[in-house]
């Protein structure tokens, strides 16, 4: 049975810090999604890494894929209050179609 | 163009009722796959259906199923609801069965489901 696992689960940080979540998962994949979720709202799509080494930015954010350690990360850089939300990141197993298996959740707060 | 659309938003149920949450996918796809969330937690996958047929299905009871339309619309049915069937129930539409290559999973707003 694949298993994804997040941390930190919670994360407080500042205004301006960096900071990374990190993403492992228990079976062979290459592809893996970054989503966003705000309160009470569906899943924004943010990344998808399609192969080992992959690496994708998009403004403060920035998530990078190790196939062969099992582990894909978000970097945060510089946060801002907008950033605020929960970020799952998805592992789709090499043997199912659209199927995703999700992470528990990293509820980010940033503070200013 | 619309998105994934769902409804409806909200309902609450009592225990033992039955529920159906109805999805209508982004134009052009064919393929809607189910998700439970519950509070909390990261979406559990139920069901994905393509062309009408059920290409793949999560650990979920038998008291879950669901259709997919000629339209490729679909429905998630839940009979004899429990307290813990509470979630927000996700519909998410792509244009195949096949792995994603492109990330091309589009999830809609979702049907928010309290079970008293």
């Known amino acids: 049975e694949l298993k994804v696992e997040q941390n930190p689960l919670f994360l407080s940080m500042q205004e301006g810090k960096n900071y990374t979540i990190y993403c492992n998962y228990s079976t062979t994949s290459d592809r893996l999604y970054w989503y966003r979720q705000d309160p009470g709202k569906s899943l924004e799509s943010l990344f998808v890494?399609?192969?080992?080494?992959a690496v994708k930015q998009e403004g403060r954010l920035m998530a990078s894929l190790d196939t062969k350690a099992r582990l894909s990360t978000l970097h945060i850089t510089a946060a801002v209050h907008d950033l605020s939300a929960t970020y799952f990141c998805a592992v789709d197993e090499e043997t199912s179609g659209s199927r995703l298996t999700f992470g528990e959740g990293t509820q980010l707060t940033v503070n200013p | 163009d619309a998105g994934v659309t769902q409804s409806p938003t909200h309902l609450i149920k009592t225990r033992g009722q039955h529920v159906t949450l109805r999805c209508s996918p982004i134009s052009g796809h064919k393929s809607v796959s189910w998700y439970q969330q519950v509070l909390g937690q990261g979406p559990q996958f139920i069901f994905q259906?393509?062309?009408?047929?059920?290409?793949g299905r999560g650990n979920f009871p038998d008291r879950f199923s669901a259709r997919q339309f000629p339209n490729y619309s679909s429905e998630l049915n839940v009979n004899a609801l429990l307290l813990g069937d509470s979630a927000l129930y996700l519909c998410?539409?792509?244009?195949?069965?096949?792995?994603?290559?492109?990330?091309?999973?589009?999830f809609g707003e979702g049907s928010r489901l309290t079970v008293l």
């Open positions: 998410a539409s792509s244009p195949s069965a096949q792995r994603l290559n492109t990330g091309e999973l589009f």
């Open positions: 259906y393509y062309e009408k047929e059920e290409r």
């Open positions: 890494l399609l192969s080992n080494g």
